[in-house]
């Protein structure tokens, strides 16, 4: 029977090297790659959103491909390989959860998606890494990165990438790291991805992470929930199963 292999998730904000260093690792070291949910989707649906009810439509189709994510990551661990992901599998939440916090959207879309996430990793269907590793970067280099990416991740977005980031680097590093310590890295991301990726074989070995258990991982995310704010119009939880495509945002149409 093969040795279970390591799920590691590499974290940061937009534009920090996430993806160039899953492709350097998955190159120089043998692991297995996968990539986020948004660039797995064909066609990539649109990152605007003219209200709560169609981010809810973004989000739900975003956790359909995290939990394909998840199971794939979790067959391949179970034969031995090691798997370096581009970010973890609850983006959908903490990115709506920074939104929230920055005014774009009402506490009640939070709400619906934290409702359809706690029913996966009940489940099973979603979980955490093995070992999550956040790239830090400057902003200037980032800009950078976001001026060379193309059309599926539209430098336009930029600005609010970045706001989302500062509340989502929060979560990682206060509430991540706090809760599980043993499973959370920070890497400066200002070398050669070659190098970047002999850096992570030596974190993830001296890590020597285990298997985070469905306690743990309820557990941490009752943590990273935010205070309650003022009662938002009622919103519908989104469903993983057949979210249902909203009227196109005015921008979006031909």
């Not at 660039?39 to 359909?64: I, K, N, Q, T, Y």
């Not at 709400?111 to 070992?131: F, H, K, M, W, Y």
């Not at 980031?165 to 890295?185: N, Y």
Request: aromatic share 4%; net charge positive.
């Amino acid at each position: 029977m093969a040795r279970r292999g390591r799920l590691i998730a590499i974290e940061g904000a937009s534009g920090s090297g996430k993806t160039t260093l899953v492709q350097a690792a998955a190159r120089s070291l043998g692991w297995r790659p996968l990539a986020e949910a948004f660039d797995r989707l064909d066609p990539a649906p649109s990152l605007e959103f003219g209200s709560p009810r169609e981010l809810l439509w973004l989000e739900a189709v975003l956790l359909v491909e995290e939990v394909r994510r998840y199971e794939e990551a979790r067959r391949a661990t179970a034969r031995g390989e090691t798997v370096v992901a581009d970010t973890g599998f609850l983006g959908p939440l903490t990115y709506t959860r920074g939104l929230v916090d920055l005014g774009r959207v009402p506490p009640s879309t939070s709400r619906a998606v934290e409702r359809t996430v706690r029913s996966l990793l009940r489940n099973g269907a979603l979980g955490i890494p093995d070992l999550t590793v956040y790239l830090t970067t400057t902003v200037a280099e980032r800009r950078r990165r976001a001026r060379t990416r193309g059309r599926r991740h539209p430098a336009s977005l930029q600005a609010r990438h970045e706001a989302v980031g500062v509340i989502e680097r929060r979560f990682f590093e206060e509430v991540v790291a706090t809760a599980l310590p043993d499973r959370f890295r920070t890497l400066r991301a200002d070398i050669r991805p070659t190098k970047l990726a002999l850096r992570l074989e030596t974190l993830v070995r001296e890590a020597r992470p285990t298997p985070v258990s469905r306690a743990e991982t309820l557990a941490l995310f009752v943590r990273g929930r935010p205070p309650a704010g003022k009662r938002g119009v009622r919103t519908s939880a989104p469903t993983v199963k057949k979210p249902t495509r909203p009227a196109p945002h005015p921008r979006d149409r031909r």
